[in-house]
């Protein structure tokens, strides 16, 4: 079983841990994210001042699933600055695999994830067979949050939202240049992302949810069509997905897919095979 562990779940806009102590007891805790695109000097020296501040002793093993952790050299470097703190890194890759092979394992099927952002893979044995988006902010993410929010940026700058949700808008962004401007930094993925979730005690709801299905269908029509003929069923991981999971439902009908799970948070499933894999080893 799993002792003295250390496991994280790392996506664009923070890290969800789990520790689990020499006795086996879990504890969750969140951290800040991993992703590359924050990496600098003063990254490294704010994630070592965390750990130092955290209470957890001893060396802890590492098994680390990341976004934009699918680069050895970004492997690489991450595993030495966090050897340096300390800990024994046992695995690290893509937050994608990690939750591949704990939520599919050797069986055939699908794993759709919708974040922040989007990607649609297939697997069977353990091994990724094809993929479909994933392409980041500027030529893909359909379906995800920052998609929802993309779409909605748009019809407030071209002025087709209703009257209360424009001026919902309009109060956050009052300038429209200086949102034109902000577009343009890859920060904002994130900061759009958000209006997934801030939306939701908007008026207009009846218009909120055809955003959420148009892009959703957008999902569709670039992913889930094209899956392959002999698959049926998969994982869809997010918490925006799980939000969504209705809608998400009928459009899996359309295209013949089924789904065995929505999960928000997949790192209770990546400790449990993590878990199961140590007792199977």
């Given at each position: 079983?799993?002792?003295?562990?250390?496991?994280?779940?790392?996506?664009?806009?923070?890290?969800?841990?789990?520790?689990?102590?020499?006795?086996?007891?879990?504890?969750?805790?969140?951290?800040?994210?991993?992703?590359?695109?924050?990496?600098?000097?003063?990254?490294?020296?704010?994630?070592?001042?965390?750990?130092?501040?955290?209470?957890?002793?001893?060396?802890?093993?590492?098994?680390?699933?990341?976004?934009?952790?699918?680069?050895?050299?970004?492997?690489a470097s991450l595993k030495h600055h966090l050897e340096g703190i300390g800990f024994r890194v046992k695995e690290m890759s893509s937050d994608v695999q990690g939750i591949a092979q704990a939520a599919l394992g050797k069986k055939r099927g699908y794993l759709a994830i919708l974040g922040t952002g989007s990607v649609?893979?297939?697997?069977?044995?353990?091994?990724?067979?094809?993929?479909?988006?994933g392409y980041g902010h500027l030529f893909g993410d359909e379906g995800s949050a920052y998609g929802f929010g993309r779409i909605l940026v748009r019809k407030y700058l071209d002025g087709l939202l209703p009257g209360s949700l424009y001026k919902w808008m309009e109060e956050?962004?009052?300038?429209?240049?200086?949102?034109l401007a902000a577009l343009s930094h890859s920060s904002m993925k994130y900061e759009l992302g958000q209006l997934a979730v801030q939306s939701q005690n908007c008026q207009e709801k009846e218009f909120i949810e055809e955003i959420h299905l148009e892009n959703l269908k957008a999902f569709q029509e670039s992913c889930l069509k094209h899956h392959s003929e002999d698959l049926k069923t998969g994982y869809f991981v997010g918490s925006y997905a799980v939000a969504q999971s209705g809608k998400i439902k009928q459009l899996l009908e359309e295209v013949n897919l089924e789904v065995e799970e929505f999960v928000a948070e997949p790192i209770e499933l990546i400790v449990d095979f993590l878990d199961w894999k140590s007792l199977n080893l």
């Open positions: 079983m799993l002792r003295n562990a250390l496991i994280g779940d790392s996506g664009g806009s923070g890290t969800t841990w789990c520790h689990v102590d020499r006795e086996g007891r879990r504890r969750q805790f969140q951290g800040p994210s991993y992703h590359p695109a924050y990496w600098s000097d003063d990254f490294w020296g704010q994630s070592s001042e965390y750990w130092k501040q955290s209470g957890i002793e001893g060396g802890p093993e590492v098994y680390l699933y990341g976004a934009g952790l699918g680069n050895e050299n970004h492997c649609y893979q297939e697997y069977d044995q353990g091994k990724m067979l094809r993929q479909l988006g956050k962004y009052p300038s429209r240049e200086s949102l």
